[in-house]
């Protein structure tokens, strides 16, 4: 199975006395890693990644709303974004403010809360490196988002009427998170063709949340990019989506991943080798950096001991070092010139610093 699939889908504009919207949805596939185990977090290692056919989708909906609700502050630009995941039963709208954080404008259940951290905490990552790559601040993001709806012209005069409502859904296939308790209280037995009879998108219970591993996090950062970069920044390339990703899940999650299977969303199943960490060093505190150091890349294992170069008749591809990035934030991080990245300074095709030993893979017979 292969990576990303987006799904692209403009509504027209309805007359002024309606609200106005614009959706985007992305969907990408979870992921096994068959062979490379712990392996795969050390360069210059690689592993076999396979994608599953289990997709993890999230769409995007930008929309205005009239009028603007009374309980928002006066000082305030009237943008929210709201984050509904319904098989945890999660529906809570935020204050988008000018320091591009997501204020809460009810409580966050609590026994719903920690679960919720990856997805609020990408969020506004991705809203920020989307304004860092346009150069928005958040009043030009409003009006953007205006624009959008083929407002722009007229966005000083709706402004007193109208706020904008960033509306982000997610729903994951239900193999992304275990079935047994829903089985159990159907008194059902836990067979494959059980599994496959159940509703699309089954209701999870957050006490009691089991996933099956197969990337659900990764996943929902991925497709999380994907949706809000093509409907802010359509020029965006998978590229740039893959970057953005990589990068936001391991500020997400606290520490830098091996990547598998954020490559995984975006290019389907492949030989993998890890970018070099050092990459995303940058965007953790020193404090990070010195308790706790990413090591430097191991040498190249002796050749009895090395990945076999032609596994299952799928040949390696070559190992690129990446070069030098001037970094200092998710934008340096991911935006370093892409022109120069993929074709070099002499116009001719060159390796992508973030596109490491990454190659197609096809199960023979398949």
């Known amino acids: 199975m292969g ?3 987006c799904l692209h889908n403009a509504f027209p504009s309805a007359p002024p006395t309606k609200f106005f919207q614009l959706l985007v949805t992305a969907s990408v596939p979870g992921k096994v890693l068959l062979t490379g185990s712990y392996l795969i977090t050390e360069r210059p ?3 076999i990644v396979l994608t599953v056919d289990s997709l993890f989708t999230s769409s995007v909906q930008v929309k205005t709303r009239t009028p603007i609700p009374s309980f928002l502050p006066r000082e305030e630009i009237p943008l929210l ?3 509904v995941s319904p098989q945890f039963s ?3 709208t935020f204050l988008l403010n000018r320091s591009l954080s997501l204020v809460p404008l ?5 026994h719903v809360e920690h679960l919720m951290t990856t997805f609020h905490s990408a ?5 920020r490196a ?4 346009q150069q928005w601040s958040l009043d030009e993001f409003y009006r953007q988002s205006l624009a959008l709806l083929n407002l722009d012209k007229a966005s000083r005069a709706y402004a007193h009427h109208l706020a904008v409502e960033i509306t982000i859904t997610t729903l994951a296939d239900n193999a992304f998170y275990s079935q047994h308790e829903l089985l159990q209280s159907r008194n059902l037995p836990r067979t494959p063709s059980v599994l496959a009879s159940l509703p699309s998108f089954s209701s999870v219970n957050p006490r009691h949340l089991a996933k099956t591993g197969i990337g659900s996090s990764a996943a929902l950062v991925s497709s999380l990019c994907a949706a809000l970069l093509r409907i802010f920044v359509p020029s965006s390339t998978i590229e740039i989506m893959y970057r953005l990703a990589q990068a936001v899940h391991s500020v997400a999650q606290g520490r830098v991943g091996s990547g598998f299977d954020i490559s995984a969303a975006f290019r389907g199943s492949q030989i993998y080798t890890r970018f070099s960490p050092s990459l995303l060093q940058p965007l953790f505190p020193p404090s990070t950096s010195t308790s706790n150091p990413i090591p430097p890349p ?6 009895s001991a090395a990945f076999p170069p032609d596994p299952l008749g799928v040949p390696q591809a070559v190992l690129c070092e990446p070069h030098e990035l001037p970094v200092s934030g998710i934008l340096d991080v991911i935006g370093a010139d892409l022109v120069q990245c993929c074709c070099g300074p002499d116009g001719n095709t060159a390796s992508c610093p973030w596109d490491d030993v990454s190659v197609p893979f096809v199960l023979p017979g398949a």
């Open 123 to 127: 969020v506004s990552l991705i809203i």
């Open 45 to 47: 290692y690689s592993g």
């Open 130 to 133: 989307v304004c860092d790559l």
């Open 106 to 110: 009810a409580r966050i259940p609590p």
């Open 3 to 5: 990576g990303i699939f």
């Open 298 to 303: 191991p040498p190249p294992p002796p050749p």
């Open 90 to 92: 999660y529906d809570q």
């Open 81 to 83: 974004v709201h984050l």
